[in-house]
């Protein structure tokens, strides 16, 4: 009897066995995760630096008293646009109406030495020859003549500055522009022994933007162009885009026109400058600005969104999908954002699949499946026809069985 005991003991573990085993070997290995990826394409980007500048107008004049005397009044209205040579400010014209009028005198009175003295000198020339006056003579006659010519020529000089000094008692607009405030109220002496500064004028279309860029991006930008994967663009060529206060930009593009060649010590930074046409007078000079210039063009470049760029302390890095279907990591250079992408300078090349979605699924060194980003993900049991878990055998709700 113990025998067999022994065989159906053994017969029911064989069999328990075989159906563990078999368990095993229908148990499905799990799938690689879908990820979402963009394929890395190079492409020819515009360089573009947010930096931040101050306005200032192209040209700036004061308005001085260039004669001394009393400010009867001010002829133009604070703070308008004024035209150059317009009258701004009128100064007591008596006082310089006199000096005009004794230099008049003067002038006339030497006319009349002159007159005389060369009345004189006439005659010792006709008598000379006769003998009737001596050399001596005739020749301090014609000394007097000249004398008398030059102090008729002084004369006029001054007459001529007279009449200059009474027209600076209407003191006009050097440059167009927008007039300030009067720092000079009427009845005040002004231009005595300086000249009194009465106003001053802005033109302020267009305008000047000066900015800087640090001498170590400058030389980094000139080295990339020497190794031909940027292009830089030449003064006057150069964009700027000014940003205003809500965020939008400027509907004037500005143009380079000055850079500097000298770093300053002080800051370490290279002085540029842009000349920004302000027709509207949106902008006004001394304004602290953001703006947008774009100094050339970045070939070779990709734009990855910035989601699919992640940072550690190695640096910015991306996880690719390789060939084989395996994830790989690779360093980039990530230092501008173009919108929402980062513009990636180095470390990928083209056809590289970027994993955007599904991140927090992928290892690297795994297996993952590439679909194009923002795919809907297919469902389980799609491609074999099998039915969800739990389906069969289901029963609509509120039905006996």
């Known amino acids: ?116 003295a060369k009345i004189a000198a006439d005659r010792a020339r006709q008598l000379a020859p006769q003998k009737f006056v001596s050399q001596s003579d005739l020749d301090n006659a014609e000394a007097a003549e000249r004398s008398a010519a030059a102090a008729v020529q002084q004369m006029r000089a001054n007459v001529e500055t007279a009449r200059i000094n009474l027209g600076y008692a209407s003191v006009t607009a050097p440059i167009s522009g927008r007039a300030g405030k009067q720092q000079v109220t009427e009845g ?23 900015f800087s860029i640090s001498a170590a991006e400058l030389e980094a930008l000139r080295a990339a162009q020497s190794g031909g994967n940027v292009q830089l663009s030449d003064t006057g060529t150069a964009k700027v885009q000014v940003k205003l206060s809500d965020g939008s930009l400027y509907d004037q593009p500005g143009t380079l026109d000055f850079s500097g060649v000298v770093v300053d010590p002080a800051t370490g930074s290279v002085s540029l400058r842009a000349t920004l046409p302000n027709p509207d007078r949106k902008l006004l000079p001394g304004a602290f600005v953001t703006l947008r210039a774009t100094l050339g063009q970045q070939a070779n470049a990709f734009l990855i969104p910035q989601g699919a760029i992640q940072r550690d302390t190695q640096g910015a890095y991306a996880m690719v999908v390789g060939a084989d279907g395996k994830v790989v990591r690779k360093s980039v250079d990530a230092n501008q954002a173009v919108g929402a992408n980062w513009l990636i300078t180095r470390g990928l090349a083209a056809g590289d699949q970027v994993v955007v979605d599904g991140l927090q ?41």
């Open 1 to 116: 009897m113990i025998a067999p005991v022994r065989s159906v003991a053994l017969c029911c573990a064989l069999a328990v066995a075989l159906a563990a085993c078999s368990k095993n070997q229908e148990q499905p290995q799990m799938p690689p995760p879908e990820v979402g990826v963009v394929k890395a394409s190079p492409q020819t980007v515009p360089l573009e630096r947010d930096l931040v500048g101050r306005l200032s107008p192209v040209r700036s004049s004061d308005v001085r008293a260039r004669v001394s005397g009393v400010l009867l009044k001010r002829v133009y209205q604070e703070g308008t646009d004024v035209k150059e040579g317009q009258v701004l400010f009128q100064i007591d014209p008596a006082p310089l109406r006199a000096s005009l009028s004794g230099a008049q005198a003067n002038l006339a009175s030497a006319q009349a030495t002159y007159a005389n």
């Open 188 to 210: 005040a002496l002004v231009g005595q022994g300086e000249a009194t500064l009465l106003t001053t004028i802005d033109q302020l279309d267009p305008l000047y933007v000066n």
């Open 361 to 401: 699924k992928v290892r690297e060194g795994a297996p993952a499946k590439p679909v194009p980003a923002g795919a809907k993900p297919a469902q389980p049991g799609a491609a074999t026809g099998q039915k969800p878990a739990g389906a069969e055998g289901a029963k609509p709700e509120g039905k006996a069985e």
